[in-house]
């Protein structure tokens, strides 16, 4: 087993080493050593900091949380449009490969998750366990794949194949919310849109069948699990309506989902534990987006547990074990 102190499960890589792609394949333009660009064709999507690509200033941010290890997972623009169904599948399995190789360079201290193309079954399943072939934990998927949820009948065979490699699933927010809330623009879109777009993510796993389907699926939701926490009883009571009420199901359904702990607010910890059990709390910083988060998010734990919001025993190094039960990593000796 991983001899981990904290695991942050929730930040993201994108790679100097990454091939260009036509079009408006996401890439990384370096400016300088500290500083950098993502390009969509020749628009700037976001300026980025070198911790998103250098393996030694991402570690050395770590040292300086104090965080022992990380999942890095690929920038979600990227598995956007890897995800879209005229995307080259060669674009997945450059980042994919990029992700392996930043893993590989950082002694054992970065563990990765991989991207999919959500083309045909045989792709889909074919580039899944080509990741658990370059080492990868598991792979990051969208609250939505294009226009299908989660639970859409279209995305069984994804499913059933993470379940069948025991990987584990990620799911992080889509386009920044943009879309979800009907009022666009900023701050609707990150902090509501977002929000609700991973409550409907939730919702499709819990009330859609998947987790019942899939009772070893391992899934984690970005964002604390976005609304989905505070929505739950209404959407217990909601679900109800239109037929015969499973609410012991689906309690023990939803308290199956990890979620991490980039909610924000100290007192939002006291929630996840209450919805979803202490051992399903997961470190998450989003690093390096939020500027210091990775500290931050360390910080709020011990913060969070001064004032009662969170149990004695919901430290990093409980959330670390949380960690290596998702990754599948617990106990297991080829990765001591």
Same mark, same amino acid.
């Given at each position: ?7 942050? =499960? ?22 300088? $050593?500290?500083? #950098?660009?993502?390009?969509?064709? !020749? ?55 990029? *992700? ?14 991989? *991207? ?7 792709? =889909?399943? #074919? ?26 009948? !279209? ?7 993470? =379940? $069948? ?44 069948? *998947? ?103 919901? #430290? ?21």
């Amino acid at each position: 087993m991983i001899d981990a102190s904290a695991v942050d =499960v929730h930040a993201h890589h994108l790679g100097t080493d990454l091939t260009d792609f036509p079009g408006l394949a996401p890439r990384l333009v370096v400016d300088d $050593a500290a500083s #950098g660009r993502i390009l969509c064709g !020749e628009a700037t999507f976001r300026k980025v900091t070198s911790v998103l690509w250098s393996v030694p200033d991402r570690l050395a941010e770590m040292d300086r949380a104090k965080v022992s290890h990380q999942v890095v997972s690929p920038v979600p623009v990227t598995m956007e449009f890897a995800a879209e169904p005229d995307a080259d599948p060669a674009y997945a399995r450059a980042i994919n490969d990029s *992700i392996a190789a930043a893993c590989a360079g950082s002694e054992g201290r970065l563990l990765g998750l991989g *991207i999919l193309p959500f083309g045909t079954p045989d792709v =889909v399943v #074919g580039e899944l366990e080509r990741c658990t072939g370059l080492g990868l934990r598991g792979v990051e998927v969208g609250t939505r794949i294009g226009e299908l949820d989660l639970d859409a009948p !279209e995305l069984a065979d994804f499913w059933a194949a993470s =379940v $069948a490699a025991d990987v584990c699933v990620f799911v992080h927010p889509v386009l920044g919310g943009t879309g979800v809330v009907r009022r666009p623009g900023q701050p609707f879109d990150l902090g509501l849109g977002m929000l609700a777009d991973t409550a409907i993510a939730a919702s499709s796993l819990v009330f859609g069948g *998947i987790l019942e389907r899939h009772p070893d699926l391992r899934v984690a939701l970005a964002h604390g699990c976005g609304a989905f926490p505070w929505a739950y009883p209404r959407l217990r009571v909601a679900a109800g309506l239109g037929g015969e009420p499973q609410p012991e199901l689906w309690d023990a359904l939803t308290r199956r989902l990890y979620a991490d702990s980039l909610v924000f607010d100290d007192e939002h910890l006291r929630l996840l534990v209450h919805r979803f059990g202490a051992d399903r709390l997961l470190l998450g910083s989003d690093a390096p987006f939020f500027p210091d988060q990775l500290a931050k998010s360390m910080a709020a734990l011990d913060s969070a547990r001064a004032s009662g919001a969170l149990p004695p025993e919901a #430290g990093p190094d409980l959330l670390a074990r949380n960690a290596l039960e998702y990754l599948g990593l617990a106990g297991d000796p080829s990765h001591r």
